[in-house]
């Protein structure tokens, strides 16, 4: 085993990290494990892909890479559309579907109908992207040394950057602000929250935006390491899942404790056992989690 | 042999046999989620366990990969059923004293890794190449391709047509009404003494066993499985099946597979036939839609869940 | 009732959490500026639903609620408090996972921005354990000093009405005597108090006036002080028999 499974793991610990806090907090909120995150992941990314087209149509010039970086203007411009859209898509599904069920149906068929949304959803993009793989950028970059014999590529430490960025801005939003605030305390106690006169209903909007903005911008540096492909978001539910769970449902950080984790844990897993099987370590973990401390990290008894 | 008449029969008998074969992982799924309501996303898995194993003991020795102990096929059955409850069980047992949603995050696992297993350990699956030469029942026949596929409708229904009367019994038995009452009203059934955490996890087995065994005659039928055989879409149909029958009824279980079944074959015919090719993969995306679609639509439209089998309890209720 | 104009009006009320069964089923009430109602009467008479249902959190079939003169009954309960009309539950009534001073300024959410500030630092002067509380995960406090919290709470956007679920549930007889002084002096800052009570002695002892509902429905309603004496009231509200309205 080398040293540069930091770097490898660190990367994907802050991928499945963007995504598990958006499971974490709906699941925490809205009482129920969304199995379509996994495609707003997906849909940030082909979203990314779409509009940067268009952007670089217009703008002569725009997708070349920036510096050392792969990573063109267009893309990133188009990232925050992305965002945006994919905001809007967890919305539109909220409204047309799990709205409809809240308060009135068992949460397990919520879970069922979060299900056949991201089957909908996958076979979508597929139906319009095919499931050949896409790249939003065909320059090959190569990992130069960073110190302590560890390499990484230019791309892999901005984004590493971003996603910092990204999970420190979220972790004030929830502890320094008025939404914040409200937000933890619709999870806690939906009628208390009224009372106090918090909009619960404004508050899951803003939780399902939030989700699908960081969904979508863990596709889009997935589709910037890797490549994007229908499949991208619904692999990585497993980790998400594993991630939530083992930071204790509900917790920002223990969401990003937990994907650090699993990230670290599937670097070591490519490491010893070979690339193929990467997604067990997730599973191994959430059973650990569930056999021996299902309240997780920074759970609280439910 | 005359084709005008061989080639319709062998057809329809090879259509029915997948039929049933989905009919019996269906009415797996109906013991778990439609008498018990426990949700099993991962269906996949425990009918990829079931096939592998008795794969794995009823093939002749083959160099490079474990097993192939040339056992009779009966015994690989029995095999399927017991590996495919017993993972169930594990999987029960860990997730069914905490919430609903850790069972279906689990069993998703489970499919996630079992499908890993079947791609990468080639010592034990074969890898992508999977498992040739699982020997098939009436092997004799399979000179006259109608006749071998008669022959195996034949044994596929009477396995349907037991379980089918063995569940039914079971459902009006002390145990089904057990169930049903823990289903219905969970802390009743706690102040009598009831256990509902066994209870379920028993439901849950018994189930994953019926999609183990299903899983291996399927295997036993084609003669060679291989992990591209078992994708999410087979999930994703039996749920279908399950909802277009009618959850918690096991005539509607065995119909609604037929149906879909059906739509499913006749859908990929046209597409086969009538698309170009190069819109093929476009075409069977839709199918997927289709199904995402009416699994979403159907929870809402129906709001109590897709229990819908209240006439069924009360007539169970009426005859006793 | 007082000669005075009632600011909170509840007339027929029928609520419950399923269209078919009410369990609040034609009760009235009414409360002035700077007066104490007490809602009395036997377990599952409907109380506890009545102040639910006015606070917005049962759904509410028929009757009216008017507050300051507006039509408040199907008003959303998260605008509620804005108008000036707050609620304290019996039970899990502060956020326990907040910290005091986010409890507090979650609540200072509905108050324009800059008068956040002073509220919540008017509130400390007003709870001085909380203030020395503030950094305390909610959930670590005595439950003393969480009923003080979560009054300090519905206090804090200067509402014109209070309604209290059971205010001394819990509490040592001190603790109540204390929240009971605490109630009175908020009264005497003009604030109208609605108190729903199982400690029927207490609460008549404190309220100006009481109503005694029995199967979601006023049974009885007057001054608190002729309740008190009334013989019949006291054998079967005050010796803690239960009655024929307990179902």
């Known amino acids: 085993m080398t040293p540069q499974v930091l770097v490898d793991g660190l990367m994907s610990g802050a991928l499945i990290g963007l995504g598990a806090i958006g499971v974490t907090l709906t699941y925490s909120i809205l009482g129920f494990a969304n199995f379509a995150h996994g495609e707003f992941i997906s849909f940030g990314a082909y979203a990314t892909l779409l509009v940067a087209s268009g952007i670089s149509a217009l703008i002569v010039g725009s997708d070349q890479g920036i510096g050392a970086l792969s990573i063109s203007p267009a893309v990133i411009g188009a990232s925050f559309i992305a965002m945006a859209l994919t905001a809007g898509l967890a919305l539109a599904l909220d409204k047309i579907l799990f709205s409809r069920l809240r308060g009135k149906s068992a949460a397990i068929s919520i879970v069922m109908a979060s299900f056949g949304a991201s089957m909908a959803i996958r076979a979508s993009l597929e139906f319009a992207f095919t499931s050949r793989p896409a790249y939003f950028s065909r320059d090959l970059e190569i990992a130069r040394p960073i110190g302590f014999s560890l390499r990484a590529t230019p791309d892999q430490i901005a984004l590493l950057a971003v996603a910092a960025a990204l999970l420190i801005g979220v972790h004030l939003l929830l502890t320094r602000t008025q939404i914040g605030r409200a937000m933890r305390a619709v999870s806690e106690n939906p009628a208390l929250a009224r009372v106090a006169g918090v909009d619960v209903d404004a508050t899951i909007r803003f939780v399902w935006a939030i989700g699908g903005a960081l969904a979508s911008a863990s596709g889009v540096m997935l589709g910037l390491l890797v490549q994007i492909r229908p499949f991208m978001g619904f692999d990585l539910l497993l980790p998400l899942f594993a991630a939530a769970i083992l930071g204790g449902i509900g917790s920002a950080p223990g969401a990003f404790a937990g994907a650090l984790i699993i990230g670290l844990g599937e670097a070591i897993t490519v490491q010893l056992a070979g690339s193929e099987w990467r997604a067990a370590f997730a599973f191994l973990v959430l059973i650990v989690v569930l056999v021996v401390r299902p309240t997780g990290l920074a759970g609280r008894p439910t | 042999m005359t084709f005008d008449l061989i080639g319709p029969i062998a057809y329809a008998s090879f259509f029915l046999v997948l039929a049933l074969v989905n009919a019996l992982v269906c009415l797996g799924l109906n013991v778990q989620w439609g008498q018990t309501g426990l949700f099993n996303v991962g269906v996949v898995g425990f009918v990829a366990i079931g096939a592998y194993?008795?794969?794995?003991?009823?093939?002749?020795?083959?160099?490079?990969?474990?097993?192939?102990?040339?056992?009779?096929?009966l015994v690989g059955w029995l095999a399927a059923m017991v590996a495919s409850g017993a993972v169930s069980a594990f999987v029960g047992a860990v997730t069914l004293r905490l919430r609903a949603d850790y069972l279906a995050i689990t069993t998703f696992g489970v499919a996630v890794v079992v499908q890993l297993v079947a791609l990468n350990a080639q010592g034990l699956t074969g890898g992508a190449f999977g498992v040739a030469f699982i020997p098939r029942p009436f092997d004799s026949l399979a000179s006259t391709p109608a006749l071998y596929d008669l022959a195996n409708l034949a044994l596929i229904a009477i396995v349907v047509v037991v379980v089918y009367v063995a569940l039914e019994r079971l459902a009006r038995s002390p145990w089904g009404r057990v169930l049903r009452a823990i289903r219905e009203d969970e802390r009743a059934a706690m102040a009598l003494g009831k256990n509902p955490v066994r209870y379920r996890l028993q439901a849950f087995a018994l189930g994953g066993a019926l999609m183990g065994l299903a899983g291996a005659i399927g295997a036993h039928f084609i003669g060679f499985i291989a992990p591209e055989n078992y994708t999410s879409s087979l999930t994703f149909q039996v749920w279908a099946m399950l909802i277009v029958g009618g959850s918690g009824n096991n005539l509607g279980a065995i119909i609604g597979a037929g149906l879909v079944w059906?739509?499913?074959?006749?859908?990929?015919?046209?597409?086969?036939?009538?698309?170009?090719?190069?819109?093929?993969a476009r075409a069977a995306a839709l199918r997927i839609i289709a199904i995402g679609v009416l699994l979403a639509t159907m929870i809402v439209v129906r709001p109590r869940g897709l229990i819908g089998e209240k006439a069924m309890v009360s007539r169970h209720l009426d005859k006793e | 009732m007082s000669g005075r104009t009632p600011l909170l009006i509840v007339d027929k009320l029928v609520a419950g959490y399923e269209p078919d069964l009410p369990i609040v089923n034609g009760a009235s009430i009414n409360v002035a500026a700077s007066e104490i109602i007490a809602v009395l009467g036997p377990n599952g008479a409907g109380k506890s639903t009545l102040i639910k249902a006015i606070a917005g959190l049962v759904p509410i079939s028929g009757g009216s609620v008017t507050f300051a003169g507006h039509d408040v009954t199907l008003t959303p309960a998260h605008r509620l408090i804005g108008a000036g009309l707050a609620f304290t539950p019996q039970t899990e009534n502060v956020f326990a996972s907040l910290s005091v001073a986010d409890n507090l300024k979650l609540a200072a959410g509905v108050l324009p921005k800059t008068h956040r500030a002073d509220r919540i630092a008017a509130a400390y002067e007003t709870f001085p354990d909380l203030a020395r509380q503030r950094g305390l995960t909610a959930g670590r406090l005595s439950g003393g000093q969480r009923q003080m919290l979560a009054i300090a709470r519905s206090l804090l956007v200067g509402p014109r009405a209070l309604m209290l679920d059971e205010p001394s549930a819990g509490l040592s007889p001190k603790l109540v005597e204390m929240i009971f002084a605490t109630l009175a002096d908020i009264r005497q800052s003009g604030v109208a108090i609605v108190l729903v009570e199982q400690n029927t002695r207490a609460?008549?002892?404190?309220?100006?006036?009481?109503?005694?509902?029995?199967?979601?429905?006023?049974?009885?309603?007057?001054?608190?002080?002729?309740?008190?004496?009334d013989p019949m009231v006291a054998a079967l509200y005050l010796g803690g028999v239960e009655t024929e309205g307990a179902p």
């Open chain 3, 203 to 229: 609460a008549l002892a404190l309220a100006d006036r009481a109503y005694i509902l029995v199967q979601g429905r006023n049974r009885h309603e007057g001054p608190a002080r002729a309740l008190t004496s």
């Open chain 2, 53 to 73: 194993a008795s794969a794995l003991l009823t093939t002749p020795p083959s160099q490079g990969r474990l097993g192939g102990f040339a056992l009779p096929i």
């Open chain 2, 262 to 280: 059906a739509l499913w074959s006749a859908s990929g015919l046209i597409i086969a036939d009538l698309v170009p090719a190069s819109f093929e």
